[in-house]
């Protein structure tokens, strides 16, 4: 009886694990780092931004040696590194969903290019949450997806960490790769669908952890 029960589960195990596998799983994991590069285009402060990364304040100097020198000294249109952990999210993508708690006058084009630097968009945010754009409340919070990467094992192994990067206008795929010190094959080899002076969309660049 128990040995028949057994086989009945691995049974059942087995047409469980085969059904579900039907579903083309994009991503299995994630990984613990992954960095956003956002651009200080808007007036705000470390402690806003740490807020809107889910983050503290140390975290966001921590990775930012070169270019944030201090607490009280953010500079403007610069690119500043935030980080946050990146998770393969219902097996469809990988991302990172923050909590942003709404204030007066949010709307998601404006969460999307003012607070979180174009790191999402309008429609991203839109996508996972329930209300109505038209129709923001004041004292809630709402859930914004920034997509992220853990590298690709076909084009390289040397690589784990990942920035995701917001192309901007008048930058070219030689401007971002002499920026990041890498070459401009391994970036295009990691974007390899993106026209890199369109000015807006993400692209992913290899990090040094
Ligand atoms: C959002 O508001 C809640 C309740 O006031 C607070 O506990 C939480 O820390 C806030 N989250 C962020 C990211 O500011
Ligand atoms: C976000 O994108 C818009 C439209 O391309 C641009 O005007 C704005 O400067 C960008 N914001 C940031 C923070 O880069
Ligand atoms: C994030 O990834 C999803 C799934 O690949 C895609 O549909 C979405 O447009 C991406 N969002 C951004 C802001 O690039
Ligand atoms: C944010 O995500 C959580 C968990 O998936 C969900 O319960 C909640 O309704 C979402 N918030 C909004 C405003 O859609
Ligand atoms: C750029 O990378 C090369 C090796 O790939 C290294 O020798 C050089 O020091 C780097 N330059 C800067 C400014 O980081």
Redesign the pocket.
Known sequence: MLELNLVYQSVAFLLLTSSTSLVQSICNRGCDLALGSYYTRYQTDIVSIARYINTDVNNILKYNPNTVLSQDSLRLFVRISVPFSCECINGEYLGHVFNYNLTFGDTYPKIADMWYANLTTEDWIQM????DPSQLPDMSS??VTVNCSCGDGSVSKDYGLFITYPLRPGETLESISSEANLSSELIQSYNPDVKFSQGSGLIYIPGRG
Not at 128 to 131: D, E, G, L, Q
């Open positions: 996972i949450n329930i209300y709402i859930n």
